[in-house]
């Protein structure tokens, strides 16, 4: 069903999610095994919860350190980037930068995640909330040991942006639309509303203004 999809999607998402790791150890001047540990966690953190809950042995990471290779890659490039890096902390440039990078992760990782858990064997709303959870673990990990609150937990349009394109994932496998079209338009729908809630300030109601 998704054997044309290809390791590529998964790649795109992994180097994506490290570079996010990655500036946020710069914004913290950690050292290169600082660097190296949040954009690996950030890159594989949320695959391999979905891997062990779908009961797969070993996490793909370990069948083939690709994906860890990514990250570490990902992690000494940044660190050698040095000024340039450095440069995107200041005015509010890194923020901006971790958030169109981590949208970009979100979404792919909302789609491979689902396809993945589809593969096999997963119901389509099991795979649904496997995929919103191998596209948000590795980036709760990260703001967690950086020390920020996890933009899961913020009043933003976040899980929303994972769960539809994790959603466009299945409703496009059951229309019979190719593979690959299905998954670069779920990750593209999911991406679209994720930068327009960040540069339009949109978010969901919160218990308080929606009792009021």
């Given at each position: 069903m998704f054997g044309s999809?290809?390791?590529?999607?998964?790649?795109?998402?992994?180097?994506?999610?490290?570079?996010?790791?990655?500036?946020?150890?710069?914004?913290?001047d950690m050292d290169p095994f600082g660097f190296a540990l949040l954009a690996t966690v950030t890159g594989v953190g949320g695959g391999t919860l979905?891997?062990?809950?779908?009961?797969?042995?070993?996490?793909?990471?370990?069948?083939?350190?690709t994906d860890i290779l990514i990250c570490i890659a990902v992690s000494v490039a940044a660190f050698l980037a040095g000024e340039s890096v450095q440069a995107a902390s200041r005015d509010g440039a890194r923020r901006r930068v971790v958030l169109?990078?981590?949208?970009?992760?979100?979404?792919?990782?909302?789609?491979t995640g689902t396809v993945r858990s589809l593969v096999h064997g997963a119901s389509p709303l099991v795979?649904?909330?496997?995929?919103?959870m191998t596209a948000t673990f590795g980036g709760i990990i990260?703001?967690?040991?950086?020390?920020?609150?996890?933009?899961?937990?913020r009043r933003e349009i976040y899980v929303t942006a994972a769960?539809?394109?994790?959603?466009m994932v299945v409703a496009l496998d059951k229309s019979g639309v190719d593979p690959v079209i299905g998954a670069c338009v779920a990750a593209g729908?999911?991406?679209?509303?994720?930068?327009?809630a960040i540069l339009r300030g949109w978010s969901?109601?919160?218990f308080r203004r929606w009792i009021h």
């Open positions: 999809l290809g390791p590529w999607l998964e790649w795109i998402g992994v180097a994506v999610f490290a570079l996010t790791g990655a500036l946020v150890a710069a914004d913290k979905r891997d062990l809950l779908l009961g797969i042995a070993p996490v793909f990471w370990v069948s083939d350190p169109i990078a981590d949208a970009i992760g979100l979404c792919v990782f909302a789609v795979a649904i909330v496997l995929g919103v990260r703001d967690l040991l950086a020390g920020h609150v996890p933009l899961v937990l769960a539809l394109a994790a959603l729908v999911g991406l679209t509303l994720r930068l327009l969901l109601p919160t």
